[in-house]
């Protein structure tokens, strides 16, 4: 690379599978953004977000003692195909997460899911097995009060009745309706796609080639969360077709896949599109790709190398890095959010309160290139000290780059 920094850095961000509208998603954002200040000394400044159909746009600019580094942050929006089905009654959506559970079991994925990683599979397993204690619960209260009024009609209603208050609440504290709906939609991307989702990833897609081939951004970062990994995929594979990969003379493109669920598509006998498409982002000259897991994370696969595990020819792309959630947050709040998988999973995306290799927000806003900090054992710890300076010599064009106005906090 001929700088040592980045000065101007485009990132596109896709998240899991959430109904938070682009509001919330920047106002955490900006929340987390504290916790990167106080553990690298930094300062960081982010403008409204300006929200399309297709992304929520708001500008960042990150500063140290001497670097300066400005963020165009792209979140990729897939809210409104999330809260469509979140909106079907629950009639619909619990016998369309059942034939979810059995599609991923009939297959293979479920097999798939325990010889790779047991503990997914748990997690797989999960909502079903807590709709059946629901169910049972249910049922053994309606057949109860049917011998005690010797009204059938009675023990019908108590027991559904039971059933639905039981799920609405299973639904508020373990987000069971949530994760029903998550199931639902992989199983209806891997049979026939999502119209609404390809068209904008291709829209994206064409906007990313335009970006890297003006130059415009010393860096283009593509980041993929949980299921959101899968889409940056699709994402990539359609750049691929816009002539991604014909740009010979340009940075490479960075991709992120962080607490990834490739697998959970990818292990999934009906998903041959996908696995090509993860076949061809893999080989692609243009595309540096990086895996993080976590072991501490129930929701991603750890030490699970995807493209063996799918049946694909290794290619060395991704790079896998394995990463300690507990060494990202402060010891004290540590205990109170490790039991929680949601939470747990989320770190791969949020702010870090010790300085750690693996840092979602130095990726976004810091001045080190990501090829740089995976490759790097200790990411960016070495290269900048306690007050944040930045210990590599930045770029000449560190002085006099191009500013970008964003608006105060």
């Known amino acids: 690379m001929a700088d040592s920094s980045v000065i101007r850095r485009r990132v596109y961000h896709i998240g899991g599978y959430d109904h938070a509208q682009p509001a919330v998603v920047h106002g955490r954002f900006v929340r987390e953004t504290r916790r990167f200040e106080r553990a690298w000394a930094a300062s960081v400044v982010s403008s409204e977000p300006t929200n399309s159909d297709d992304v929520s746009t708001w500008q960042v600019l990150a500063t140290g003692p001497n670097w300066r580094v400005e963020t165009e942050y792209c979140a990729i929006r897939w809210d409104d195909v ?6 079907r009654p629950i009639w619909w959506r619990i016998p369309q997460g059942l034939l979810a559970f059995v599609d991923f079991i009939v297959g293979g994925a479920l097999w798939g899911y325990l010889c790779a990683s047991w503990r997914y599979a748990m997690f797989f397993l999960y909502p079903f097995l807590i709709l059946a204690i629901i169910a049972a619960f249910s049922l ?9 009024t010797d009204s059938s009609a009675i023990g019908a209603l108590a027991a559904i009745g039971t059933f639905l208050l039981s799920f609405l ?19 209806q991307y891997i049979r026939r ?16 080639v335009e970006a890297r081939r003006s130059g415009s951004a010393d ?17 990539i594979d359609h750049a691929i077709r816009h002539g991604l990969d014909d740009q010979d003379d340009r940075p490479r493109l960075a991709f992120l896949s962080v607490g990834s669920s490739t697998l959970k598509i990818g292990l999934h006998r009906a998903a041959g599109r996908f696995r090509a498409a993860v076949e061809r982002v893999s080989a692609c000259r243009a595309v540096f790709w990086a895996d993080y897991q976590a072991r501490s994370d129930v929701m991603n696969f750890y030490r699970a190398d995807p493209l063996p595990l799918m049946g694909l020819a290794a290619t060395g792309s991704p790079v896998i890095r394995s990463v300690s959630i507990r060494r990202m947050i402060d010891p004290a709040r540590y205990p109170r959010i490790r039991k929680n998988w949601y939470r747990m999973h989320c770190q791969f995306v949020r ?38 300076r930045f210990l590599v010599s930045p770029s000449p064009s560190l002085a006099g780059g191009h500013s970008t106005e964003v608006a105060k906090r």
């Open 351 to 388: 702010g870090n309160d010790r300085r750690a290799p693996y840092d979602y927000f130095m990726f976004v806003c810091g001045p080190l290139f990501a090829e740089q900090q995976v490759n790097a054992k200790e990411g960016a710890m070495q290269a900048l000290d306690a007050d944040g």
């Open 140 to 148: 053994a209260g309606g057949m109860a009060l049917t011998r005690a």
């Open 193 to 208: 796609g999502d119209p609404i989702l390809d068209g904008r990833l291709r829209r994206v897609a064409a906007e990313i």
């Open 82 to 87: 999330v809260e469509a089905t979140n909106r």
């Open 169 to 187: 609440a299973a639904d508020r504290w373990v987000y069971l309706g949530l994760l029903f709906d998550d199931w639902i939609f992989a199983r």
């Open 219 to 235: 860096e283009i970062l593509i980041v993929g969360h949980s299921l959101g990994a899968v889409l940056a995929i699709d994402l």
